[in-house]
């Protein structure tokens, strides 16, 4: 349906109430969620386990009518397919066997073999793609090459990601290959999603903000816009928006150096600013601070008041800044889109 609301933003159209979704709007916030989640066993599992996978993503739009559905997967299941080893530990996090050297980078498989390990994700998209309401749009995503190699060379979540940038320097020859597999794996894994029924893609740079100088237009913008150059050459028409979280004031111009039709937002910037320097690009996307889902209350519905006014002089998709958060209360996002559609009957 071409006259979905977010099809039609990111077309550049600007709507009289922008159309919302929420980055991780399925997941630990929800009461659902977590027992769907105890069902699975596990985190992978219920990644790569296709109806309980499709269950937690139709969940949030069940209960809230989001304008958009996100596939239910992790970024890290492109490196589980490309041959590393990938596990969950409780209270940790993600761990992988780190690439440390040539010889682990030689272990990798080829981009080309990663859909065997990830069909069930497919096949999680073509249930949504029958599933979801004829207005909800279905968002297929994978992580940005940046942000995947961050956890690829340190095997884990890291604060600076330290060992990513100091392998950038040390072995330029064996981080480029690293972000080059990268690239080819996200343009066969996205493209899947596109062929499994995904009707617009997102690429997550969420580590972008410590690239500095030259680094993020090389390590960053770069890959991002050859994967979607590739994407939009294999679908044409395919909608894309890329998040590289941290940019600043380097958001500027973003839509253009990408190729992406929206480029998301994170809540480090304002949206006055964001609408004078980034939405003439396309459209925009965000950025409301995760933390209102926690606090609710007045301040949540004058800041979503605030942005919706601050972008609705061009194309706009509502969103958080970030994911929202496992300690978010249900009734505060039910009170921001209400806010929003200007249903709020006090």
Request: with cysteine; hydrophobic share 45%; net charge negative.
């Amino acid at each position: 349906m071409t006259d979905k609301t977010i099809l039609r933003a990111l077309r550049g159209e600007t709507l009289p109430v922008p159309p919302v979704w929420m980055m991780r709007q399925a997941g630990r916030y929800l009461p659902e969620y977590k027992a769907t989640r105890a069902e699975a066993g596990d985190f992978l599992s219920l990644c790569y386990t296709p109806e309980l996978a499709a269950e937690v993503t139709f969940q949030p739009i069940r209960r809230y009518g989001f304008d958009a559905a996100i596939l239910f997967a992790d970024i890290l299941l492109l490196p589980q397919a490309l041959g590393m080893e990938l596990w969950f530990e409780t209270g940790e996090g993600p761990k992988l066997t780190p690439i440390a050297s040539e010889a682990d980078f030689a272990a990798l498989r080829p981009a080309s073999a990663v859909h065997d390990t990830l069909s069930p994700i497919y096949e999680t998209v073509r249930i949504l793609s029958k599933g979801l309401p004829a207005e909800t749009t279905l968002i297929g995503f994978a992580g940005a090459p940046w942000t995947v190699a961050t956890y690829m060379i340190a095997g884990r979540g890291t604060p600076d990601q330290g060992p990513a940038h100091a392998m950038k320097e040390a072995n330029p020859a064996l981080f480029r290959a690293i972000i080059d597999r990268l690239v080819e794996g996200t343009i066969e894994y996205l493209s899947a999603q596109v062929e499994a029924g995904a009707e617009v893609v997102k690429l997550f740079d969420s580590w972008a903000g410590s690239l500095q100088g030259e680094d993020f237009a090389r390590f960053s913008v770069a890959p991002m816009a050859e994967i979607t150059a590739a994407l939009k050459a294999r679908h044409p028409g395919l909608p894309v928006i890329a998040f590289p979280r941290g940019a600043g004031e380097r958001y500027a111009g973003l839509h253009a150096a990408i190729g992406a039709d929206c480029i998301a937002l994170d809540d480090g910037v304002a949206p006055d600013w964001a609408a004078r320097e980034v939405q003439p690009g396309g459209c925009v996307q965000g950025n409301l601070a995760s933390s209102h889902m926690v606090t609710g209350g007045d301040a949540l519905v004058a800041e979503t008041r605030a942005i919706v006014e601050a972008f609705s002089g061009g194309p706009h998709i509502f969103n958080l800044g970030h994911g929202i958060t496992p300690d978010a209360d249900p009734d505060n996002v039910r009170l921001m889109i209400d806010t929003i559609r200007d249903r709020l009957t006090s």
